[in-house]
């Protein structure tokens, strides 16, 4: 079969000729990857209507272990059920670094065919869909940065066969502190820096093209052995898609070579966080820029929208209007809160502006830009955010501003003004993951409005039992503070 040919079932014997496995994998409601291999003759089998996976990666966290408070999705009652796994014949591509053996995505199905609530591939799925009734479409793009750490004595070797010394083992024994950077000084955009692991540096790139995560833009941040990658724009689905794969190549790689990528928020104190920027368009079915006013409004209520269409101030209006209730979606862990403190580039409070980096959604658009560029920029989210809840919360917001036709509340932070200032209007946002879930679980929340309660009781679930391990945890800054003092 030919490259641009759809895949379908009935060519896909063709397309695995050559093969004798596949690897599946679904995401979690962490954004963590969970699948396997499967023999091609299994696959074959199951490609159209599915198989049978374990309801038990929604019935525990990140570490594996099971909720305190069982879930509605997989528990005890249920028998930790099986859902279905129906693989995406569209996400198909290769794992360069395992000997390109296949691999596809798959999205998670009760037994009744509806999506799984908490299926982040079903709920952005589900809320596209919203826009495609519409006519409309989505385009997004996502930057992620993340500190990046290599163990003394660690292996120089550059295959993945290599085995590379575990970070865990490593802080066992040591202190977080004492885990060695990439690389030292604060160095964004540098153009030498990157030479200090030339070969790792441009392996990430290469690989990522090979595996369709294609990045647009790859440099050094401010920060000791931090690196941003900026992905190529998209459909809203295959971004998140891709965000989410984009992870797996760097750490598949990155273990070649030794080394630790960090997406957690703020891996360090006193330096700035990992964020997740998220940019958002709406498009119509000719790909036409919908946010775009064809003609400047001389009469715009504030400037910085003089050449933002109704449509998309209605948009940006329901970001607004809706961001407060949906944080666990964007800043879903306890670390999470401290990356979003003031003084270290990211935002506190509900806020926006034309090109303004200090607010949590910037506005991109004409004269800045070109028009067919205009778009927002939600500024809230960090790398550890899961990218399918992140570009779901930001649509469905917006989307909601639109049906409702919302007014921006608020004004515009202007040049000079920062968050939190006399010109800052907007509410603060949630200090921390406990405050962000009562909000967001409340019985008025917005998010159950464009979510449903299912989704929200769920995934409001297991951010409970992220604050309980929290809230149980002796820290080591309490042990510092407190051991021969109190």
């Known amino acids: 079969m030919a490259l641009t040919d759809p895949i379908t079932v009935d060519n896909l014997p063709d397309l695995l000729k050559d093969d004798t496995k596949v690897k599946l994998a679904?995401?979690?409601?962490?954004?963590?990857?969970?699948?396997?291999?499967?023999?091609?003759?299994?696959?074959?089998?199951?490609?159209?209507?599915?198989?049978?996976?374990?309801?038990?990666?929604?019935?525990?966290?990140?570490?594996?272990?099971?909720?305190?408070?069982?879930?509605?999705?997989?528990?005890?009652?249920?028998?930790?059920?099986?859902?279905?796994?129906?693989?995406?014949?569209?996400?198909?591509?290769?794992?360069?670094?395992?000997?390109?053996?296949?691999?596809?995505?798959?999205s998670f199905f009760d037994d009744d065919s509806k999506p799984v609530c908490a299926d982040p591939r079903g709920l952005l799925k589900t809320t596209v869909e919203k826009l495609e009734k519409k006519g409309y479409n989505a385009m997004a793009g996502a930057e992620l940065?993340?500190?990046?750490?290599?163990?003394?004595?660690?292996?120089?070797?550059?295959?993945?066969?290599?085995?590379?010394?575990?970070?865990?083992?490593?802080?066992n024994d040591n202190p977080p502190n004492a885990l060695p950077p990439l690389t030292e000084g604060m160095f964004g955009y540098s153009v030498t820096r990157p030479t200090l692991n030339k070969s790792y540096y441009h392996d990430v790139y290469d690989v990522c093209a090979?595996?369709?995560?294609?990045?647009?833009?790859?440099?050094?941040?401010?920060?000791?052995?931090?690196?941003?990658?900026?992905?190529?724009?998209?459909?809203?689905?295959?971004?998140?898609?891709?965000?989410?794969l984009?992870?797996?190549?760097?750490?598949?790689v990155a273990s070649g070579y030794g080394i630790t990528p960090c997406f957690m928020a703020k891996p360090k104190h006193g330096l700035p966080g990992n964020s997740g920027h998220t940019h958002v368009s709406v498009v119509d079915k000719n790909g036409k820029n919908l946010l775009y006013r064809e003609e400047k409004?001389?009469?715009?209520?504030?400037?910085?929208?003089?050449?933002?269409?109704?449509?998309?101030?209605?948009?940006?209006?329901?970001?607004?209007?809706?961001?407060?209730?949906?944080?666990p979606m964007l800043a879903p862990t306890i670390n999470s809160y401290k990356r979003l403190v003031e003084n270290f580039w990211a935002p506190v409070t509900v806020s926006w502006g034309l090109e303004h980096r200090a607010a949590s959604v910037r506005l991109i658009a004409p004269p800045t830009s070109k028009p067919g560029a205009t778009r927002f920029e939600v500024r809230?989210?960090?790398?550890?955010?899961?990218?399918?809840?992140?570009?779901?919360?930001?649509?469905?917001?917006?989307?909601?501003?639109v049906e409702k036709k919302l007014e921006i509340p608020i004004p515009p932070l202007g040049k000079g003004q920062d968050v939190g200032d006399s010109a800052d209007k907007g509410a603060r946002l949630a200090r921390s993951l406990k405050e962000a879930t009562a909000k967001f679980m409340s019985s008025d929340s917005i998010a159950r409005e464009v979510f449903g309660d299912d989704f929200v009781d769920h995934f409001g679930g297991t951010r409970e039992n992220e604050i309980q391990l929290w809230d149980e945890a002796v820290t080591d800054w309490e042990l510092k503070r407190y051991i021969e003092t109190v």
């Open 26 to 106: 679904g995401v979690d409601v962490d954004g963590m990857l969970r699948g396997k291999l499967v023999s091609k003759k299994k696959f074959l089998s199951v490609a159209k209507e599915g198989f049978g996976f374990c309801s038990v990666i929604f019935g525990w966290d990140m570490h594996d272990k099971l909720y305190e408070k069982e879930l509605k999705i997989s528990n005890k009652q249920n028998g930790y059920r099986d859902l279905i796994a129906v693989p995406d014949l569209n996400s198909f591509r290769r794992i360069p670094w395992e000997n390109n053996i296949p691999f596809f995505l798959v």
């Open 145 to 171: 940065e993340f500190f990046q750490f290599k163990v003394p004595n660690s292996s120089t070797s550059t295959t993945t066969d290599s085995p590379s010394p575990s970070v865990t083992s490593y802080l």
């Open 210 to 244: 090979k595996f369709k995560c294609d990045l647009e833009g790859w440099h050094t941040e401010s920060g000791p052995g931090v690196y941003e990658a900026a992905l190529e724009f998209g459909q809203i689905s295959e971004m998140a898609d891709r965000t989410s």
């Open 246 to 252: 984009f992870k797996y190549v760097v750490r598949s």
């Open 297 to 327: 409004d001389e009469n715009a209520p504030y400037p910085d929208i003089a050449h933002l269409s109704d449509l998309g101030r209605h948009f940006l209006a329901g970001i607004l209007d809706g961001l407060p209730d949906v944080m």
């Open 380 to 401: 809230v989210p960090g790398a550890d955010a899961n990218p399918y809840f992140v570009m779901s919360a930001i649509l469905a917001l917006g989307w909601r501003g």
